[in-house]
T-cell receptor
Framework: GENVGLHLPTLSVQEGDNSIINCAYSNSASDYFIWYKQESGKGPQFIIDIRSNMDKRQGQRVTVLLNKTVKHLSLQIAATQPGDSAVYFCAENMNNNAGNMLTFGGGTRLMVKP | NAGVMQNPRHLVRRRGQEARLRCSPMKGHSHVYWYRQLPEEGLKFMVYLQKENIIDESGMPKERFSAEFPKEGPSILRIQQVVRGDSAAYFC??????????????FGAGSRLTVL
């Protein structure tokens, strides 16, 4: 769903703790998913992606989990740092001939307390 | 590689004026996408273009908005007769051809339009 007109949900964590950001996607035909990080005043920045033939993918300090049964995606950040404070968006892409159009979720604001 | 370049970064217009936002994709990218973001909201797809072609404009308002990606030069998002509701951040993204296997969109820093 869309958080039209509502403030972003916020996750507040202590520096050094692990963070888990969740996302429910809408289209069961989507086969490619991306997490983006957006800092204030900047454009979205790619973090990690995963294809629908996988259920887990790890990067540096980040892990994405995909549960296609319930159409759920999560981003785990290990040892969260102040620089991780940002808004995080999941995005989905349905493989079709129309290219790489992404549909974005509503976003979650991550606040890291020192 | 300079990444996706957008200008102007900030644009102020009065109601009824025209706004033109420009986007130069990353080197080697032939696909351009425009998204709009209202404060505290996600990005909403507007239009997808390749050189000289509009591939999908399903997210574009029916009136006042247009986009182009000419053979030479940047992609342009044009908003005619702006209204206060057009105030938003407009992001451009680019990607290689979709069948190249590289699906990631790379975003620019955005153009922030304020309509007085």
């Amino acid at each position: 769903g869309e958080n039209v007109g509502l403030h972003l949900p916020t996750l507040s964590v202590q520096e050094g703790d692990n963070s888990i950001i969740n996302c429910a996607y809408s289209n069961s035909a989507s086969d490619y998913f991306i997490w983006y990080k957006q800092e204030s005043g900047k454009g979205p920045q790619f973090i990690i992606d995963i294809r629908s033939n996988m259920d887990k993918r790890q990067g540096q300090r980040v892990t994405v989990l995909l549960n296609k049964t319930v159409k759920h995606l999560s981003l785990q950040i290990a040892a969260t740092q102040p620089g991780d404070s940002a808004v995080y968006f999941c995005a989905e892409n349905m493989n079709n001939n129309a290219g790489n159009m992404l549909t974005f979720g509503g976003g979650t604001r991550l606040m890291v307390k020192p | 590689n300079a990444g996706v370049m957008q200008n102007p970064r900030h644009l102020v217009r009065r109601r009824g004026q025209e706004a033109r936002l420009r986007c130069s994709p990353m080197k080697g990218h032939s696909h351009v996408y425009w998204y709009r973001q209202l404060p505290e909201e996600g990005l909403k797809f507007m239009v997808y273009l390749q050189k000289e072609n509009i591939i999908d404009e399903s997210g574009m308002p029916k009136e006042r908005f247009s986009a182009e990606f000419p053979k030479e030069g940047p992609s342009i998002l044009r908003i005619q007769q702006v209204v206060r509701g057009d105030s938003a951040a407009y992001f451009c993204a680019s990607s290689p051809p979709w069948d190249s296997g590289a699906n990631v969109l790379t975003f620019g820093a955005g153009s922030r339009l304020t309509v007085l």
